[in-house]
């Protein structure tokens, strides 16, 4: 389908115009996402992402990580081995998800 590089303010958008709210994939390993992480999210860590590829619906999803770096990575990789995926790259901190009001643990 698509790649895209978006923000964590267009994704607050996205959740809260009142459609189906996309996935949201958080590729950061366990240790991290314990700490905290979007109440949203599901996570598969950047290194499970190749056996658990048809693990994630088709469709919309939005990928983050703690900086942008491993999700670019896993954006490239999903957007190369499954076709109909709408992804959407959260390159930026992963700590602006606060910042832009999205609910986090």
């Avoid at 950047?46 to 670019?72: K, S």
Wanted: hydrophobic share 35%; glycine share 6%; proline share 8%.
């Amino acid at each position: 389908m698509s790649l895209t590089v978006n923000t964590f303010q267009e994704l607050k958008a996205c959740l809260d115009d009142g459609t189906t709210p996309p996935l949201i994939l958080d590729v950061r390993e366990p240790e991290e996402w314990a700490e905290s992480h979007l109440l949203a999210a599901t996570n598969i860590p950047m290194g499970d992402i190749p056996r658990r590829v048809n693990d994630i619906p088709a469709g919309e999803v939005w990928v983050h990580c703690r900086l942008g770096g491993r999700a670019g990575k896993v954006c490239d990789y999903l957007n190369e081995a499954r076709s109909d995926l709408d992804i959407h790259w959260l390159n930026e901190p992963y700590t602006n998800a606060g910042l832009n009001n999205i609910p986090v643990s």
